[in-house]
């Protein structure tokens, strides 16, 4: 499974960026999609995720400003961001797997000026 992200961007405060995470291989509808970021010089940290089910959990810093959404005929995970952050500054990765994330794509770089 290879993984594409894309949609990054510098916006500013309080704007709104969707994310795309489009995949290739496997079989797409069967797998667990996270996104994660990771902001310079600090450890990556989990965003959001979306269960085979449909069922979507977030971080506590992104519940209620990010949805996560998926579109299996089309390959596809989206990250809808607003009321963007300068915190929310980082690189965003998509990742994929069965349980455990076993795929991962290069990230896309959000940037949110103050």
């Known amino acids: 499974v290879q993984l594409q992200a894309s949609g990054g961007g510098l916006v500013q405060a309080g704007a709104f960026l969707r994310l795309s995470c489009t995949a290739s291989?496997?079989?797409?509808?069967?797998?667990?999609i996270h996104w994660f970021r990771q902001a310079p010089g600090k450890e990556r940290e989990f965003v959001a995720g979306n269960a085979r089910s449909g069922g979507t959990y977030y971080a506590d810093f992104v519940k209620g400003r990010f949805t996560i959404s998926r579109d299996n005929a089309a390959n596809t995970v989206y990250l809808q961001m607003s009321s963007l952050k300068p915190e929310d500054t980082a690189v965003y990765y998509c990742a994929a797997g069965l349980s455990r994330m076993d795929y991962w794509g290069k990230g896309t770089l959000v940037t949110v000026s103050s």
């Open positions: 291989g496997g079989t797409f509808s069967s797998y667990v």
